[in-house]
């Protein structure tokens, strides 16, 4: 069992940048493959960025560029830095693991991007 907590959600104008943390729990986080989604009021959840054991990433294409995700195995922390943020990046954003086959959960945070 993997135990997320993410963190960093809030509101901010458009253009503006945020920066989400995600910890999680477990002492082989080296090799788990830790992503972020997003879901909007009214739409289904969709993937963000991810980050496998290696450091390699894949991004939405509507986010290269503007996002980042990274990890930090010593903490047990990924990070994902969004700047030049636009109103459509308003969602619920959720940490994700996935490792042996199983898929972890946090509780999401609050993103707001608006004037």
């Known amino acids: 069992q993997v135990q997320l907590v993410e963190s960093g959600g809030g509101s901010v104008q458009p253009g503006g940048s945020l920066k989400l943390s995600c910890v999680a729990s477990?002492?082989?986080?080296?090799?788990?493959?830790m992503a972020w989604y997003r879901q909007a009021p009214g739409k289904q959840r969709e993937f963000v960025a991810a980050?496998?054991?290696?450091?390699?990433?894949n991004y939405l294409d509507s986010v290269k560029g503007r996002f980042t995700i990274s990890r930090d195995n010593d903490k047990h922390l990924v990070y994902l830095q969004m700047n030049s943020l636009k109103p459509e990046a308003t969602a619920v954003y959720y940490c994700n693991c996935n490792f042996a086959g199983s898929n972890y959960w946090g509780q999401g945070t609050q993103v707001t991007v608006s004037s």
């Open positions: 477990g002492s082989i986080f080296n090799f788990y493959t």
């Open positions: 980050i496998i054991d290696t450091g390699r990433t």
